[in-house]
């Protein structure tokens, strides 16, 4: 992984925050109007925040929509949008704050990479 380590943080925090998290969220249109999420953590900011999230409900809507067959994923008829969550954010953060400088790379076992 060659990427920065600042960058690296940012997306494990990121992944695990909408990795652990997936409430509903209304489908009420707002208008253009970008509410503020409100969160205390300083790793990420809110445009960050709506990108990731704009970035995981593209992908789920597209899997809803059958788009993945060819990785042997059905459709889906009820897929929810994520709704993104200041605590679990918070936890994200506190959980890669500690990790090991020099954690050892694992094999990753049923996982899908887009590329």
Known sequence: F???RI???MFLVIFLTLSIFSHFQSGLCNGG?????????????DRTR????????????RLALGHYHMFGLSSA???????WDCNLESIAERVV???PKDAPLMRV???INFN
């Not at 109007?33 to 900011?45: D, K, V």
């Not at 709506?50 to 992908?59: C, H, P, R, V």
């Not at 008829?77 to 709704?83: A, D, E, I, Q, V």
């Open 97 to 99: 704050h500690y990790c």
């Open 109 to 111: 076992v049923n996982a």
């Open 2 to 4: 060659t990427a920065p």
């Open 33 to 45: 109007y970008t509410e503020p999420f409100g969160c205390q953590g300083e790793a990420i900011n």
């Open 50 to 61: 709506d990108d990731a999230l704009s970035f995981f409900n593209f992908i789920r809507a």
């Open 7 to 9: 960058h690296y943080k």
């Open 77 to 83: 008829s009820h897929m929810n949008k994520l709704r």
